[in-house]
Every structure is written in C-alpha cells, then in structure tokens.
T-cell receptor
Framework: NAGVTQTPKFQVLKTGQSMTLQCAQD?????MSWYRQDPGMGLRLIHY???????DQGEVPNGYNVSRSTTEDFPLRLLSAAPSQTSVYFC?????????????FGAGTRLSVL | GNSVTQMEGPVTLSEEAFLTINCTYT??????LFWYVQYPGEGLQLLLK?????DKGSNKGFEATYRKETTSFHLEKGSVQVSDSAVYFC?????????FGTGTSLTVIP
C-alpha cells in the first residue's frame, strides 16, 4: 500500500511565488489534514477536511488555501509565498469523519522560501 | 481550549535505561490521547493510544496510562534501545482536530 503520498519532497521558492503541495491517499479515508512543523512549535494544523467538498480552517490557516474535490486528493496552495512559510509540511489522513481515529502521515515536504 | 504540554528535550539516555517523557493536557470533554513517534526524515507514526480514563496504551515496550485526575499521559519504557532514538509527540483529539505537543527528542547511546 502506498498510504499517504506527498509531492514534492523538497521545494525552494522565492518570495511572492505560488505553488501547490500535493497529497494523495489510497486508503479511502474521509478525513485529511495539513500540518506544518517548526522547531519548538510541534505540529500545527493548517486546514482539514472531513470529506469531499468539505474543508475547514485549523490553527494557522492564513496564507494557505485548500480544496477537496475527491476523496483521494487534498492539495495545499500557497498563493504568495513568504519567508514565514518556510517549514516542513505534513499531510495526514484517517478513517471515518472524525479525527479520533488513527492518523496516517505522509513523509513530508520541506519548503524553503527565500 | 485544548492543548498539550510535554517535557522539553533533548533527552539522552544510555541503552537499557528507563525512559519517562511527561505529557499533560488541557481539554474540554473526553479526548482520546496518543503518542506518535517520528524517526529522522520520516513522517509521524502512531506509537500508542488510549481512548478513555484509566486505559493503558502499549506498543513495542512503550506504555502510557490515561490519567484523568492528573490530566496526564506520560510515556514510559523500561529498557530503551538505540533504535528508539526519535522524536516523540503527545497528542489529543478535540472535535475534528488533533492537538500536538512540541515534541521530545530522544537519543539513546550504546
């Protein structure tokens, strides 16, 4: 099983550029989420989705957009990258419509914004 | 609101030493509690979980007990190995969201 697949693994952007971080899962999970991981901050939730067509904001949503047109995919868009968005980004998915179940994480995307 | 506080690291232990990583939480309602582990260069993976008070989660020699009276979920292992070197995250669920602690880095030396 592929599980949760994130692409790219590494990315360097210039301030103001846009890009999309891809996340796909093949486990038919309803719940998907995006986190950023920063030193000393742990993981902070950016956006999440409880099913196709439904998204909601997490703790740190500013500067990021998401959509969920299919069960499998949950892309994260940076419309105008800023140095403060330099981080490691993780996508995760879980069964059911609740985050109470086990979350499965992708390997991460390391993003640098210059 | 919901939050998780875990002991700061880094923690360095000799092989076969006893490990405790403290975790306390603040939550509304009755959350489920988790420990996740992150090995270098990888995403997080579930280590163990507990869904109600007095439950004990266990896996790979690690244990943690859901203590509602002290709002704690401390991680313990009786004898650590070099392969246990990783970052450990305590987490809880609240509504549709997960809340993670800041992580504790563990290094086990031979």
């Amino acid at each position: 099983n592929a599980g949760v697949t994130q692409t790219p693994k590494f990315q360097v952007l210039k301030t103001g550029q846009s890009m999309t971080l891809q996340c796909a899962q093949d486990m038919n999970h309803e719940y998907m989420s995006w986190y950023r991981q920063d030193p000393g901050m742990g993981l902070r939730l950016i956006h999440y989705s409880v099913g196709a067509g439904i998204t909601d904001q997490g703790e740190v949503p500013n500067g990021y957009n998401v959509s969920r047109s299919t069960t499998e995919d949950f892309p994260l868009r940076l419309l105008s990258a800023a140095p403060s968005q330099t981080s490691v980004y993780f996508c995760a998915s879980s069964t059911g419509g609740s985050a109470k179940n086990i979350q499965y994480f992708g390997a991460g995307t390391r993003l640098s914004v210059l | 609101g919901n939050s998780v506080t875990q002991m700061e690291g880094p923690v360095t232990l000799s092989e076969e030493a006893f490990l405790t990583i403290n975790c306390t939480y603040t939550a509304t309602g009755y959350p489920s509690l988790f420990w996740y582990v992150q090995y270098p260069g990888e995403g997080l993976q579930l280590l163990l979980k507990a869904t109600k008070a007095d439950d004990k989660g266990s896996n790979k020699g690690f244990e943690a007990t859901y203590r509602k009276e002290t709002t704690s979920f401390h991680l313990e292992k009786g004898s650590v190995q070099v392969s246990d070197s990783a970052v450990y995250f305590c987490a809880l669920t609240g509504g549709n969201q997960f809340y993670f602690g800041t992580g504790t880095s563990l290094t086990v030396i031979p």
